[in-house]
């Protein structure tokens, strides 16, 4: 059976044919060598999903439906200085489904995130790869711990084993947050016996509250 690709372009959607930028149209004749009449599925990124077909620069709308998110979790990550690392954190995070990211501003963390554009092609990528309805939302501005509504939850060691019921979880730097920078009241998580690089933390701790 040949590949059906998966393609995200912008709503709004008025006409029966939505157009394609150069870039898709250029990926999919040249690089997929896919042919007019071809079938493609297509999404907003905002929960509608369509089965169409590749037509002239464009693909002919067909069957839509309207999907629900996968999860509603908001991940807050200090964010690795190794810019690889990032990329990685942000395309699993997408292809898992978290609704949001919160880079979060901390004492131990280098505190350098790529710029937003370059963070949004990774999440365009990692959800026409994974074939989502849904683009992650990323926070255009780093937060700390104070900015953040009450409810969430600290992936840290020696925290309680069992999964919490929150919506949002947080993950401090490589080494640890400083001693005076986590609340002393604040709920916090224990993922397991060893110590998890940040993007490992994140995609444990997410597959969890997903119920994985």
């Not at 978290?98 to 280098?110: A, N, Q």
């Not at 939850?153 to 005076?180: L, M, Q």
Request: charged share 20%; proline share 6%.
């Amino acid at each position: 059976m040949k590949h059906i690709p998966h393609v995200v372009v912008a709503a709004p959607w008025v006409n029966s044919t939505l157009n394609l930028s150069v870039v898709q149209s250029r990926h999919l004749s040249k690089v997929l060598r896919m042919a007019h009449g071809d079938k493609v599925t297509y999404t907003d990124g905002l929960g509608t999903m369509g089965k169409g077909v590749l037509g002239q620069h464009a693909i002919e709308r067909g069957d839509e439906e309207t999907l629900e998110r996968p999860t509603r979790l908001t991940v807050v990550v200090a964010p690795p200085a190794n810019k690889d690392r990032q990329r990685f954190l942000v395309e699993k995070m997408a292809e898992l489904g978290v609704e949001r990211l919160v880079w979060l501003d901390t004492l131990h963390g280098k505190n350098r995130v790529s710029s937003a554009s370059k963070v949004f092609s990774w999440v365009l990528a990692a959800t026409e790869q994974s074939r989502g309805a849904w683009l992650m939302e990323v926070a255009p501005d780093l937060a700390t711990l104070g900015d953040l509504e009450p409810g969430w939850v600290v992936c840290h060691p020696g925290g309680e084993r069992s999964t919490p019921n929150t919506t949002t979880v947080v993950i401090g730097p490589e080494g640890g947050f400083a001693k005076e920078e986590l609340p002393d009241h604040s709920q916090r998580w224990d993922l397991g016996p060893t110590i998890l690089r940040v993007e490992t933390a994140a995609i444990v701790a997410v597959a969890k509250l997903s119920g994985g």
